[in-house]
């Protein structure tokens, strides 16, 4: 069994004090926003609370699905690096980056490099990989149970917050999928973005999600992970190799039940029973009079 966590869209705080200059582009309405609304949603001790509550469940490894960052300051990257080396190992978290990380143009690899070592393929899953070296997708191996980690993350106007994945990695993606499902191993996809049409509104959807269903109902994939929408969604995709499970959670510092729900994270405990796969989804909420996470509802997904 494999016991695999799954937080979103942290929202890193405090936000580092931006220089003038690095405020004459997209990054001067995201920080006001972050002044006059965000900062307050979005609370540095909840985050802490919930990765306090996140150890003590013991995961065998855990699955962040981007949006460390806010305005992509290059500060921030590096109060992330600082942030993630603190909660553990590149070896037990798996990061992808989501629009957030990639607000504005040529900031995405600060991430890249600054949190190389929590999304980079293992050595042992290589021979799963295309050829040629690009940053995505990537792959982690876990027993006979497979990360595979997208970017959606790519730059887009004021007021957009799109994804896109873009030809080639969905290429590669369905690629991997195949390798991986020949091999029987249980694939676990992670994309910041909801991956499936009408999902979301235009102007924060996914670009090619249309191209990325085809893929997945074409191939197969058994358990998307996914964030971006500050809530809990659940839905499911009928594959050629049986239903996939496509689940968001909520934003991992969000202090308060508004009009979005309180922090939470899930779950998910994997086995293999016979020739069939198991996944037990275990959802973890904040109590924000308690000031402590607690179990809200746990379901069996296949």
């Given at each position: 069994?494999?016991?695999?966590?799954?937080?979103?869209?942290?929202?890193?705080?405090?936000?580092?004090?931006?220089?003038?200059?690095?405020?004459?582009?997209?990054?001067?309405?995201?920080?006001?926003?972050?002044?006059?609304?965000?900062?307050?949603?979005?609370?540095?001790?909840?985050?802490?609370?919930?990765?306090?509550?996140?150890?003590?469940?013991?995961?065998?490894?855990?699955?962040?699905?981007?949006?460390?960052?806010?305005?992509?300051?290059?500060?921030?990257?590096?109060?992330?690096?600082?942030?993630?080396?603190?909660?553990?190992?590149?070896?037990?978290?798996?990061?992808?980056?989501?629009?957030?990380?990639?607000?504005?143009?040529?900031?995405?690899?600060?991430?890249?490099?600054?949190?190389?070592?929590?999304?980079?393929?293992?050595?042992?899953?290589?021979?799963?990989?295309?050829?040629?070296?690009?940053?995505?997708?990537?792959?982690?191996?876990?027993?006979?149970i497979a990360l595979i980690g997208t970017s959606t993350a790519v730059p887009y106007p004021p007021w957009i917050a799109r994804g896109k994945l873009g030809e080639d990695q969905i290429?590669?993606?369905?690629?991997?999928?195949?390798?991986?499902?020949?091999?029987?191993?249980?694939?676990?996809?992670?994309?910041?973005?909801?991956?499936?049409?009408?999902?979301?509104?235009?102007?924060?959807?996914?670009?090619?999600?249309?191209?990325?269903?085809?893929?997945?109902?074409?191939?197969?994939?058994?358990?998307?992970?996914?964030?971006?929408?500050?809530?809990?969604?659940?839905?499911?995709?009928?594959?050629?190799?049986?239903?996939?499970?496509?689940?968001?959670?909520?934003?991992?510092?969000?202090?308060?039940?508004?009009?979005?729900?309180?922090?939470?994270?899930?779950?998910?405990?994997?086995?293999?029973?016979?020739?069939?796969?198991?996944?037990?989804?275990?959802?973890?909420?904040?109590?924000?009079?308690?000031?402590?996470?607690?179990?809200?509802?746990?379901?069996?997904?296949?």
């Open positions: 069994m494999l016991t695999l966590a799954h937080m979103s869209d942290p929202h890193l705080s405090p936000l580092p004090k931006p220089r003038l200059r690095q405020l004459c582009n997209k990054r001067l309405i995201g920080f006001l926003s972050w002044q006059l609304n965000r900062k307050h949603q979005h609370q540095r001790d909840v985050l802490d609370v919930l990765c306090t509550d996140l150890k003590a469940q013991n995961p065998d490894h855990v699955a962040l699905t981007g949006d460390l960052a806010n305005i992509s300051l290059p500060d921030e990257f590096t109060q992330a690096q600082a942030w993630l080396t603190a909660l553990g190992s590149g070896d037990w978290i798996s990061v992808i980056p989501g629009n957030h990380d990639a607000y504005v143009p040529k900031t995405l690899p600060l991430g890249l490099d600054a949190w190389h070592d929590y999304m980079t393929s293992d050595a042992d899953a290589r021979h799963f990989l295309p050829a040629g070296e690009v940053n995505f997708p990537y792959i982690r191996l876990r027993d006979k290429k590669r993606l369905a690629e991997i999928l195949q390798k991986l499902g020949d091999a029987k191993y249980f694939r676990v996809l992670m994309i910041h973005h909801p991956p499936l049409p009408g999902q979301n509104h235009w102007r924060k959807a996914l670009a090619d999600a249309k191209a990325l269903q085809e893929v997945l109902s074409k191939v197969g994939v058994e358990l998307v992970l996914h964030g971006h929408n500050h809530t809990s969604m659940q839905t499911s995709l009928e594959t050629t190799t049986g239903k996939a499970a496509v689940i968001g959670v909520p934003s991992a510092s969000k202090a308060q039940d508004t009009h979005k729900p309180a922090a939470r994270y899930n779950l998910y405990r994997i086995t293999k029973k016979g020739k069939a796969w198991k996944c037990l989804m275990t959802e973890r909420a904040y109590n924000p009079v308690t000031n402590e996470f607690r179990e809200i509802r746990s379901m069996e997904l296949l």
